[in-house]
């Protein structure tokens, strides 16, 4: 019961931070990424093929490209940086079409590389995916399975709340302020001279390395992973989190995370089975895309919506005013600033 | 050289399937601006309705008819209900995407939860291939001839519908202007469904000569063949009927006969390469477009 409840704690702070990322991509700079998983997915193997050590060293049960066994948190470390590379490239792919083709060719580019990663088997071990990934400090720590993994809640938890200090950071500072002014109006932005595209990279690589190291916290938890595990329907997925939650929002993402994800997803698989497991898993896709209708219908703002920053107008605000030429300063001019 | 005009015998049959699918598609992007991510869905739902038909001892024809019959009820159905609904709540048009593709996600496990989470075949009366067929190797059955034919009569009684009656007149000038249209006349929302309901119909029927030609399907095979009409409907340029189907032979081909020279499950790879470049090179298509990037990008 205890290993359930560390579990879901693990998947919750895991899927916080990858909705976390889809927000800074999404929520925060508007950019239509619907082939997120793969940034997660790319965290996953890149974790997963620097902890498993070189390919030829397991018995040849499972084959992949370079492979490494680097120490604990390098993996993770890297595999943000991975994600970070791949959200560049896709920004630089990206640069030169519209908004509604960015979300088609985000897409095609997640189909196709679930298709590539099946096809080349000797890439990243195919269909079958990699499995055995060993489990970070366990050697070092000596500790049972139940305090092992409630350490790694606490580490996934040390991890999401760097994650929120950064993005609320972000959030405040001029460099977030023009990334929503991005989101609300691309070409008012760029008519004053910000770099839309420069900023699409940026939002696109930063929530990416999100997300990567969400992908690598989850496979050095679950030890596999494979194609199966980024299908585009967990993009959807991660898309009904934010929609429900609150765009724009980091409560609100991390809310919808917990009812998307959790409530909906996690939690029926630990339910006693009442009847075939299939038509749970189809009754729950069905539930997650009503809910996402229904949101985007009656709340489209979601649970916590995005607060609006403003500047307090009612406080009156001194101003120089321009004196005409010629005559006298007549005192500084109380005015309110819109 | 044989086994390249076999392949290209095949790769017609898969054109076939690909264009009747495209042209839908294009035409429902053409009069209403939604990219229809669920156009892959319904193609399924009229495959496993096919299927009903099928495994009651219907023919092909009945197959088709039911098949075209469902799609375009659901198309309608779905436009009218939600797409159009969304769209007037100022739904934008990556909203759209969301509303489409969790429509989608509702159709394929309602299916799966119907019909159960297995793959399903077609049941085919083993027809020896037609014998003028086989003397210059192409060993295609009479199914597969008979999918090749009606996809090319159904096309070309689009074109003719589009292009010479008053309907199609009514259907052309809504996709190019509707207030226009609407101040000319016009009743759009009516043209608008009947749109959806061809294009429906061509997508179910899609889906059913799909269910012919594949050897087995699940409930998101349609989805993952929907990639494929993208890139045909793309590389004919989006809102052209003709090229769309022009695009799914060069797609349709090209597949099959890469299936030759490289792994065949890398072949949708190629195809989906296809789409990428035109996507990010020629986003009006080889051969223009009716709606340009420009249009919808606002």
Same mark, same amino acid.
């Given at each position: 019961?205890?290993?359930?409840?560390?579990?879901?704690?693990?998947?919750?702070?895991?899927?916080?931070?990858?909705?976390?990322?889809l927000?800074?991509?999404?929520?925060?700079?508007?950019?239509?990424?619907?082939?997120?998983?793969?940034f997660?997915?790319?965290?996953?193997?890149?974790?997963?093929?620097?902890?498993?050590?070189?390919?030829?060293?397991?018995?040849?049960y499972q084959?992949?490209?370079?492979?490494?066994?680097?120490?604990?948190?390098?993996?993770?470390?890297?595999?943000?940086?991975?994600?970070?590379?791949?959200?560049?490239?896709?920004?630089?792919l990206?640069?030169?079409?519209?908004?509604?083709?960015?979300?088609?060719?985000?897409?095609?580019?997640?189909?196709?590389?679930?298709?590539?990663?099946?096809?080349?088997?000797?890439?990243?071990?195919?269909?079958?995916?990699?499995?055995?990934?060993?489990?970070?400090?366990?050697?070092?720590?000596?500790?049972?399975?139940?305090?092992?993994?409630?350490l790694?809640?606490?580490?996934?938890?040390?991890?999401?709340?760097?994650?929120?200090?950064?993005?609320?950071?972000?959030?405040?500072?001029?460099?977030?302020?023009?990334?929503r002014?991005v989101?609300?109006?691309?070409?008012?932005?760029?008519?004053?001279?910000?770099?839309?595209?420069?900023l699409?990279?940026?939002a696109?690589?930063?929530?990416?390395?999100?997300?990567?190291?969400?992908?690598?916290?989850?496979?050095?938890?679950?030890?596999t992973?494979?194609?199966?595990?980024?299908?585009?329907?967990?993009?959807?997925?991660?898309?009904?989190?934010?929609?429900?939650?609150?765009?724009?929002?980091?409560?609100?993402?991390?809310?919808?995370?917990?009812?998307?994800?959790?409530?909906?997803?996690?939690?029926?698989?630990?339910?006693?089975?009442?009847?075939?497991?299939?038509?749970v898993?189809?009754?729950?896709?069905?539930?997650?895309?009503?809910?996402?209708?229904?949101?985007?219908?009656?709340?489209?703002?979601?649970?916590?919506?995005?607060?609006?920053?403003?500047?307090?107008?009612?406080?009156?605000?001194?101003?120089?005013?321009?004196?005409?030429?010629?005559?006298?300063?007549?005192?500084?001019?109380?005015?309110?600033?819109? | 050289?044989?086994?390249?005009?076999?392949?290209?015998?095949?790769?017609?049959?898969?054109?076939?399937?690909?264009?009747?699918?495209?042209?839908?598609?294009?035409?429902?992007?053409?009069?209403?601006?939604?990219?229809?991510?669920?156009?892959?869905?319904?193609?399924?739902?009229g495959?496993?309705?096919?299927?009903?038909?099928?495994s009651?001892?219907?023919?092909?024809? @009945?197959?088709?008819?039911? +098949?075209?019959a469902? $799609? %375009?009820?659901l #198309?309608?159905?779905?436009?009218?209900? *939600?797409? =159009?609904?969304?769209?007037?709540?100022?739904?934008?048009?990556?909203?759209?995407?969301?509303?489409?593709?969790?429509?989608?996600?509702?159709?394929?496990?309602?299916?799966?939860?119907?019909?159960?989470?297995?793959?399903?075949?077609?049941?085919?009366?083993a027809?020896?291939?037609?014998?003028?067929?086989?003397?210059?190797?192409?060993?295609?059955?009479?199914?597969?001839?008979?999918?090749?034919?009606?996809?090319?009569?159904?096309?070309?009684?689009?074109?003719?519908?589009?292009e010479?009656?008053?309907?199609?007149?009514?259907?052309?000038?809504?996709?190019?202007?509707?207030?226009?249209?609407?101040?000319?006349?016009?009743?759009?929302?009516?043209?608008?469904?009947?749109?959806?309901?061809?294009?429906?119909?061509?997508?179910?029927? @899609?889906?059913?000569?799909? +269910?012919?030609?594949? $050897? %087995?399907?699940? #409930?998101?095979?349609?989805?993952?063949? *929907?990639? =494929?009409?993208?890139?045909?409907?793309?590389?004919?340029?989006?809102?052209?009927?003709?090229?769309?189907?022009?695009?799914?032979?060069?797609?349709?081909?090209?597949?099959?006969?890469?299936?030759?020279?490289?792994?065949?499950?890398?072949?949708?790879?190629?195809?989906?390469?296809?789409?990428?470049l035109?996507i990010?090179?020629?986003?009006?298509?080889?051969?223009?477009?009716?709606?340009?990037?420009?249009?919808?990008?606002?």
């Amino acid at each position: 019961m205890t290993y359930y409840i560390t579990t879901i704690l693990v998947y919750l702070g895991i899927d916080v931070l990858a909705i976390w990322g889809l927000n800074v991509q999404y929520g925060l700079c508007g950019v239509y990424n619907f082939g997120f998983i793969l940034f997660q997915a790319s965290g996953a193997y890149t974790a997963a093929i620097l902890t498993l050590g070189p390919s030829s060293g397991n018995g040849g049960y499972q084959s992949y490209f370079f492979g490494a066994s680097l120490p604990f948190p390098l993996p993770i470390l890297v595999a943000g940086v991975v994600a970070a590379i791949i959200g560049v490239i896709f920004g630089l792919l990206t640069r030169r079409v519209g908004e509604d083709y960015l979300a088609v060719l985000t897409f095609v580019l997640a189909v196709v590389a679930i298709l590539v990663v099946s096809a080349a088997v000797s890439f990243l071990n195919g269909p079958a995916g990699l499995s055995s990934v060993p489990q970070p400090l366990t050697s070092v720590l000596h500790v049972s399975l139940i305090a092992y993994s409630w350490l790694y809640v606490v580490f996934v938890a040390l991890v999401c709340l760097l994650a929120y200090f950064s993005l609320r950071l972000l959030a405040r500072a001029p460099l977030g302020r023009v990334m929503r002014a991005v989101r609300e109006n691309e070409k008012a932005a760029a008519s004053v001279g910000k770099n839309v595209g420069g900023l699409r990279i940026f939002a696109l690589a930063y929530g990416g390395a999100l997300a990567g190291i969400s992908g690598a916290l989850l496979v050095l938890f679950i030890s596999t992973w494979s194609p199966g595990s980024w299908e585009y329907a967990e993009t959807l997925t991660a898309f009904s989190a934010i929609i429900v939650g609150g765009t724009g929002n980091l409560y609100g993402a991390a809310l919808g995370a917990f009812v998307v994800q959790i409530l909906i997803f996690e939690l029926p698989r630990f339910l006693p089975q009442v009847s075939a497991a299939n038509l749970v898993g189809s009754l729950q896709w069905i539930v997650i895309g009503v809910l996402t209708l229904g949101f985007m219908w009656w709340r489209p703002q979601g649970l916590l919506p995005e607060r609006k920053r403003s500047y307090d107008i009612s406080w009156p605000v001194r101003q120089r005013t321009v004196r005409p030429i010629g005559t006298t300063p007549a005192g500084g001019v109380e005015m309110e600033r819109e | 050289m044989s086994i390249l005009i076999s392949a290209v015998g095949f790769g017609l049959v898969t054109a076939a399937v690909t264009a009747l699918a495209a042209v839908g598609f294009t035409l429902q992007v053409g009069i209403s601006n939604v990219f229809n991510f669920s156009y892959g869905a319904v193609m399924i739902t009229g495959t496993y309705i096919g299927y009903a038909v099928n495994s009651a001892g219907g023919g092909l024809a @009945a197959a088709c008819l039911a +098949g075209a019959a469902a $799609g %375009a009820v659901l #198309s309608a159905l779905a436009n009218r209900l *939600l797409f =159009v609904r969304f769209i007037g709540r100022g739904v934008n048009r990556f909203g759209m995407l969301i509303v489409c593709l969790q429509f989608a996600v509702i159709v394929q496990n309602l299916l799966q939860a119907i019909a159960g989470d297995t793959f399903f075949t077609y049941n085919l009366s083993a027809e020896p291939p037609i014998g003028f067929l086989k003397s210059v190797d192409f060993i295609l059955d009479p199914t597969q001839v008979t999918i090749i034919i009606l996809a090319v009569v159904v096309i070309a009684g689009l074109t003719l519908l589009l292009e010479m009656t008053r309907l199609g007149r009514a259907m052309r000038a809504t996709a190019g202007n509707s207030s226009l249209a609407r101040a000319c006349g016009i009743r759009t929302a009516r043209i608008i469904d009947i749109t959806w309901l061809i294009s429906g119909g061509l997508c179910g029927l @899609a889906g059913v000569i799909f +269910g012919y030609s594949v $050897g %087995a399907f699940q #409930s998101s095979s349609g989805t993952d063949f *929907l990639t =494929v009409v993208f890139a045909a409907t793309m590389l004919g340029g989006l809102g052209r009927p003709l090229g769309a189907a022009l695009g799914a032979l060069v797609i349709g081909i090209a597949m099959s006969v890469l299936a030759v020279y490289i792994q065949s499950d890398m072949t949708q790879v190629a195809a989906l390469g296809i789409l990428i470049l035109i996507i990010l090179f020629r986003p009006r298509g080889l051969f223009g477009s009716a709606v340009s990037t420009k249009e919808l990008a606002t």
